[in-house]
């Protein structure tokens, strides 16, 4: 099974190509605190309907160029 993730569209400036951003939350092992990490990803879409802030759920698959390593499988809006 390939590994999925959601994130919001920050990006769709490449031809098709839009950049994912996905926060991950987890709690710091000594200070107890809750910890905020962000990263984005290229991800192929071949879908010009999706827009900026949307909500998008992508999918690891085969390299597709250097840096692209996912692809759209359900694009959803806010």
């Known amino acids: 099974m390939a590994h999925s993730i959601k994130g919001t569209v ?6 098709k190509t839009i950049t994912v951003q996905f926060v991950r939350k987890f709690r ?3 200070y107890m605190k ?3 990490l962000s990263k984005k990803i290229k991800a192929h879409s071949e879908d010009p ?3 900026l802030g949307d909500m998008v759920e992508i999918v690891s698959c085969r390299p597709l160029s250097s ?6 499988v359900s ?4």
């Open 10 to 15: 920050v990006s769709t400036s490449m031809n």
């Open 28 to 30: 710091h092992p000594r």
């Open 34 to 36: 809750v910890v905020s």
């Open 49 to 51: 309907t999706v827009k």
């Open 67 to 72: 840096t692209k390593f996912y692809r759209v």
């Open 75 to 78: 694009p959803s809006s806010k």
